[in-house]
């Protein structure tokens, strides 16, 4: 599998890059979603569009200033390099951390149940991870180690892992099982939990093969995140099923 010209066309003399349209229509597709789903979770679609733009934008800037953290060697004193994310960069631990913060903020200020909320984005995420991975396939980033597999990935002339399309091939199921619990969802927050914890076991597994990894110390910090995060869901989880099902009894 061959990596094609990162650059999708030129206007007006600049580049416009296949990595950025495909993170935005992954967003589009993604909130297009959210706002088709919005009623069977008894929240208004314009006050979940107003979330979404608020979120996003904090998503995108958390996703690229935690890649940058990471990488603070090769952007340090550089503003362009920090803010010129045409050519990929965004983590996409820091992208949630950001976004459903500041998501979650929102449903303090509004006084609405932010769990409800999230178990609403839940699918949403996973299906626009799904779209999104396929931008680093064109930046030619985000791949794993060099593997001989009929499916491998071709750079510079070595064939290595596509761990970009394991991903995407696992968010995609990802979303389609969370489409379907969200339809027999016995408790609020029962969604974002298998979210968290699926998507955490993946990644764990992922980010082994992959060789551009960034690093806490000697570890990848996207395992250690995938751990932390997976361990927090569980614990919510069986925390939030434990309370559902003492509410049911006493009903």
């Known amino acids: 599998m061959p990596i094609p010209d990162p650059v999708a066309f030129t206007l007006f003399g600049m580049d416009v890059m296949w990595y950025g ?49 990471f990488n603070w060697s ?11 994310i045409r050519e990929g960069g965004l983590a996409i631990h820091g992208g949630l951390i950001a976004g459903l913060g500041a998501g979650v903020i929102l449903c303090v200020i509004y006084k609405i149940r ?20 396929w931008g680093n396939y064109f930046n030619s980033e985000a791949h794993g180690g060099p593997t001989d597999l009929p499916w491998a990935v071709t750079v510079d002339g070595v064939t290595y892992h596509p761990t970009f399309l394991y991903e995407s091939i696992w968010c995609f199921l990802l979303f389609l099982f969370l489409l379907y619990a969200a339809r027999k969802r016995r408790f609020e927050g029962q969604i974002i939990c298998l979210y968290g914890m699926l ?10 093969l992959r060789t551009d990894s960034l690093m806490i110390g000697p570890f990848k910090q996207a395992q250690i995140i995938s751990i932390v995060i ?22």
Not at 74 to 84: E, L, P, R, T
């Open 21 to 69: 349209i495909i993170v935005t229509a992954a967003i589009v597709v993604g909130t297009f979603l959210c706002i088709k789903r919005a009623p069977s979770h008894d929240i208004d679609p314009d006050r979940l569009l107003n979330f979404i733009l608020i979120s996003v934008p904090c998503g995108i800037i958390g996703a690229r200033l935690y890649y940058i953290i």
């Open 74 to 84: 090769w952007y340090a004193g550089d503003i362009m390099k920090m803010i010129n």
């Open 114 to 133: 932010p769990v409800n909320v999230l178990d609403l984005l839940a699918p949403s995420i996973a299906l626009a991870q799904a779209i999104g991975r």
């Open 199 to 208: 998507y955490s076991v993946e990644r764990f597994f992922v980010e082994a």
């Open 230 to 251: 997976a361990a927090v869901c569980l614990i919510a989880y069986l925390y939030l099923n434990k309370t559902a099902s003492k509410r049911t009894s006493k009903s």
